[in-house]
């Protein structure tokens, strides 16, 4: 065992080698970013962040050094092994996909001597507290890890991208309260735009149930939009790129906006199934201190907007947060696809 | 062994050209038929179905579709079965078509289906007249489809819905819209009409693999719970199907689509 985080250390570094070498964008996630920048060392394994449509060439590089591949049920990932040690390629952590400006948002670090991309702080948090669930919420864990990186996260961006997430905001207070990070900014929401305050007032919620860490879909991160800082928070009521609807639709017109927000959330829910420029019925809407969030995946960047234009009309000078992100359905049948005997 | 690929839930657009032709063509040789369990456009619109019918033209294999709600919302489910089955496609509803693969006869009976929950949890034929409408619509739907599976002359049988028949392959969907997605009925079908395989699709939030309680293995195959552009199993052609009855394979069977509510 105390030869554990040697060894892990050894793979680390082969992987990283051969995927740079193979061009291949990746950046190294889990527990060693968290200890690339000044975490514990983790004695498990290692875990690598690619895009999924770089996963198939990925495994066949490191197959070529050596690596003998696995290929996991789950669908959020697939594994290698280096002799003894696992090393997780990830593509869905989370349940979101792994998107180009993830990987050029991480950081070329030293990593024991190798140089390498290490997941941005701010996106392993979003990651580390969205994946905080009942079964798995020991605070113990995290806490160690906000104190060894919290001078590296913009907090305000992890407080908004996990509002969803009761246990993220459990450990946001936590956090918050033993002073190991700065407390909410106070500021109206008017001022903020994007916000949505973690602490105090409920969030609603409707829509399709968030899937914890597996999520499936191909993902082409490459339309996924980036997280601008503050881009995120889409004034609703002027249209993103001045566009007209695609076609006009006599949906009701606008929401009651006095209305109890988990209402107005499954109301919107419903409006984006209904609305032809969108009808997605599997969106996640949650409303929370007049701010509105929307989640889920769309197959075009058009739909994309879509849901933001179908937005504007029904609760016009609402904010909207559009985490919704663009899953590519193209990729021909690969050939690694498995067959499975029905018997 | 014959070789099934199946995918469900495309949902394809007018701006969805070209997206979906390279996964069929991929399919030459390591498939024996192609299976979509509806939802293959967005709107249900003629236009989206001419996508659809552009990107599996040609296709190097048999293509066997149900079509699904989505592809109900425009009220143009007729034109969009006209526009598939110009392009070659066997649109099944309540209906069943048997393919020859290698001189063994690999039967697929098909129907969309609809809501009305599992045993416990459903919807009863009670109450207002659209309630019984909807709970009617289902049971219409779950006794074609085992009346197609029965009439099927072939060696395995394979049941082809877009609503599920179990709540084991919803699991990661909220319980609370489970009866919004299948009926326990067409599980019933499937395990009365001995069906060796069944595939849905329209749970995208679901789990791939469950199993009726006659043990007929289901499959949901909606794309974004398959991950990957589709799916593919063998089935054995095994014994003869017991009893294996009458009915002359229809290659392609007039479709009777389902109305949305009893007229």
């Given at each position: 065992m105390e030869d554990a985080p040697r060894g892990l250390r050894e793979s680390l570094k082969r992987v990283a080698v051969t995927l740079k070498e193979a061009d291949i964008p990746f950046a190294l996630g889990g527990s060693y970013a968290c200890w690339a920048r000044g975490g514990p060392e983790p004695v498990h394994d290692v875990d690598f962040m690619l895009r999924e449509e770089d996963v198939p060439r990925a495994v066949e590089v490191l197959a070529a050094a050596g690596l003998r591949p696995v290929d996991p049920p789950e669908d959020w990932l697939t594994k290698v092994f280096d002799g003894e040690v696992l090393v997780d390629l990830i593509h869905h952590p989370v349940g979101r996909a792994v998107t180009p400006e993830m990987l050029e948002r991480s950081s070329e670090m030293s990593v024991d001597s190798v140089r390498m991309p290490v997941l941005d702080a701010t996106d392993w948090f979003e990651m580390t507290l969205l994946a905080l669930e009942e079964r798995y919420c020991d605070l113990a864990r995290v806490l160690p890890m906000i104190r060894a990186m919290r001078e590296q996260v913009d907090w305000d961006q992890v407080r908004r991208s996990t509002a969803a997430s009761p246990f993220a905001e459990a450990a946001l207070l936590v956090a918050t309260r033993l002073n190991l990070i700065p407390p909410v900014d106070a500021a109206p929401v008017a001022a903020r735009p994007g916000e949505i305050v973690a602490?105090?007032?409920?969030?609603?919620?409707?829509?399709?149930?968030?899937?914890?860490?597996?999520?499936?879909?191909?993902?082409?991160?490459?339309?996924?939009?980036?997280?601008?800082?503050?881009?995120?928070?889409?004034?609703?009521?002027?249209?993103?790129?001045?566009?007209e609807p695609a076609g006009q639709v006599d949906l009701g017109g606008k929401l009651d906006l006095a209305e109890a927000d988990e209402y107005l959330a499954g109301e919107l829910h419903e409006r984006l199934a209904e609305d032809p420029r969108v009808a997605e019925l599997g969106l996640e809407v949650a409303v929370a201190d007049g701010c509105i969030l929307v989640e889920g995946e769309v197959a075009t960047d058009d739909r994309r907007r879509a849901v933001a234009d179908v937005l504007a009309e029904a609760v016009p000078g609402r904010l909207v947060r559009n985490e919704v992100t663009v899953i590519g359905r193209a990729t021909a049948a690969d050939g690694t696809t498995k067959v499975e005997t029905i018997s | 062994m014959m070789r099934i690929a199946a995918v469900g839930d495309i949902h394809l657009g007018t701006d969805s050209g070209g997206t979906f032709a390279?996964?069929?063509?991929?399919?030459?040789?390591?498939?024996?038929?192609?299976?979509?369990?509806?939802?293959?456009?967005?709107?249900?619109?003629?236009?989206?179905?001419?996508?659809?019918?552009?990107?599996?033209?040609?296709?190097?294999?048999?293509?066997?579709?149900?079509l699904g709600n989505h592809?109900?919302?425009?009220?143009?489910?007729?034109?969009?079965?006209?526009?598939?089955?110009?392009?070659?496609?066997?649109?099944?509803?309540?209906?069943?078509?048997?393919?020859?693969?290698?001189?063994?006869?690999?039967?697929?009976?098909?129907?969309?289906?609809?809501?009305?929950?599992?045993?416990?949890?459903?919807?009863?034929?009670?109450?207002?007249?659209?309630?019984?409408?909807?709970?009617?619509?289902?049971?219409?739907?779950?006794?074609?489809?085992?009346?197609?599976?029965?009439a099927l002359d072939c060696d395995t049988r394979v049941a082809l819905t877009h609503y599920a028949p179990i709540p084991d392959t919803l699991i990661g969907e909220r319980a609370e819209i489970y009866p919004f997605l299948g009926s326990y009925h067409l599980a019933e079908?499937?395990?009365?009409?001995?069906?060796?395989?069944?595939?849905?699709?329209?749970?995208?939030?679901?789990?791939?693999?469950?199993?009726?309680?006659?043990?007929?293995?289901?499959?949901?195959?909606?794309?974004?719970?398959?991950?990957?552009?589709?799916?593919?199993?063998?089935?054995?052609?095994?014994?003869?199907?017991?009893?294996?009855?009458?009915?002359?394979?229809?290659?392609?069977?007039?479709?009777?689509?389902?109305?949305?509510?009893?007229?």
């Open positions: 602490s105090g007032g409920g969030i609603a919620r409707s829509g399709a149930a968030r899937r914890g860490g597996t999520k499936g879909g191909t993902a082409e991160g490459g339309k996924t939009e980036g997280r601008a800082p503050e881009g995120i928070g889409l004034r609703v009521g002027k249209k993103e790129d001045g566009r | 390279p996964v069929v063509r991929g399919l030459a040789g390591r498939a024996d038929v192609l299976l979509l369990a509806g939802d293959l456009t967005q709107h249900g619109l003629p236009a989206e179905a001419e996508v659809v019918a552009a990107e599996v033209a040609g296709a190097p294999l048999p293509v066997i579709t149900v592809d109900y919302h425009s009220n143009a489910e007729q034109e969009i079965t006209a526009i598939l089955t110009a392009a070659g496609v066997t649109v099944l509803e309540g209906t069943g078509t048997v393919v020859d693969i290698d001189g063994a006869r690999l039967g697929i009976a098909g129907v969309k289906g609809f809501g009305g929950g599992f045993a416990g949890a459903s919807g009863t034929d009670f109450g207002e007249p659209l309630m019984k409408a909807f709970v009617r619509h289902t049971k219409e739907a779950a006794t074609r489809l085992r009346y197609a599976l029965e079908a499937m395990d009365a009409g001995g069906a060796a395989l069944a595939l849905h699709g329209h749970a995208h939030a679901g789990s791939e693999r469950g199993s009726t309680a006659g043990g007929v293995p289901v499959r949901n195959v909606a794309r974004p719970v398959i991950g990957k552009p589709c799916a593919l199993y063998a089935v054995g052609s095994g014994a003869t199907v017991e009893g294996a009855r009458m009915a002359a394979p229809s290659p392609s069977p007039s479709v009777d689509l389902a109305a949305p509510t009893a007229p």
